[in-house]
């Protein structure tokens, strides 16, 4: 992520951070083989303070897209997937330089490696563009991992907001999804209170809690 304490948010299309870039690149590696997981979100980061987002675009995406190659290169020596979140610049973050999945898929294709991946944030996407079944369909073959929060709140799925889970997360099934599903959410309460949406999924399906068949047994 940078450096919190000055304002960063991510660096890899930060003009001018690239040694940076990689330095906390290398020890996200290094993290992420100690505790076996294959995917790390490389963080693009915010426009510099000061700055005109339009006039900055053309140098951060030139920026992006060498800093993507080399951590493809990196991480493909690990067996590892990187991944690109577009974080909404209407609530979250107004300075952030990812902010929509058509800009992510667009820059991936300017990347083209394999194991580069759309991290898709339900809660961002519905924010930016809302079409979520659409989107999903549209963009499936590039996601690499999503992640679900409730909108506008960003609590439990369950919790009052825009979001229709049963549906999304049954659609999830009949494309194919086989990933796994963040649950990058600021509870309202208590942890375990909180999964409470969860275990009435699991029985809504059938299953038991921790999602195994009941007929299984």
């Not at 898929?105 to 563009?129: S, T, W, Y």
Request: charged letters at 20%; hydrophobic letters at 35%.
């Amino acid at each position: 992520p940078g450096d919190p304490k000055a304002g960063e948010l991510g660096l890899a299309a930060v003009p001018g951070r690239q040694a940076a870039f990689r330095e906390g690149l290398e020890a996200a590696v290094r993290y992420a083989r100690a505790v076996g997981c294959p995917r790390i979100h490389v963080m693009a980061g915010r426009v510099p303070l000061g700055t005109d987002r339009a006039a900055v675009a053309g140098e951060m995406e030139t920026t992006f897209i060498e800093n993507l190659r080399y951590a493809a290169d990196l991480l493909s020596q690990e067996d590892m997937i990187g991944l690109l979140e577009p974080i909404n610049n209407r609530i979250t973050d107004p300075r952030y330089y990812l902010n929509t999945p058509h800009q992510a898929a667009a820059i991936l294709e300017k990347v083209g490696r394999p194991n580069l991946k759309l991290q898709l944030d339900l809660f961002h996407c519905q924010i930016m563009d809302g079409n979520l079944s659409r989107n999903l369909e549209t963009y499936f073959p590039l996601i690499g991992h999503i992640q679900i929060a409730q909108v506008p709140g960003r609590h439990e799925p369950d919790s009052p907001g825009e979001l229709n889970f049963p549906y999304i997360f049954e659609f999830l099934e009949s494309l194919g999804y086989t990933g796994y599903v963040g649950c990058e959410y600021a509870p309202k309460g208590e942890t375990l209170e909180g999964l409470g949406w969860l275990r009435s999924y699991w029985e809504s399906r059938g299953l038991q809690h921790g999602g195994t068949s009941k007929a299984a047994k």
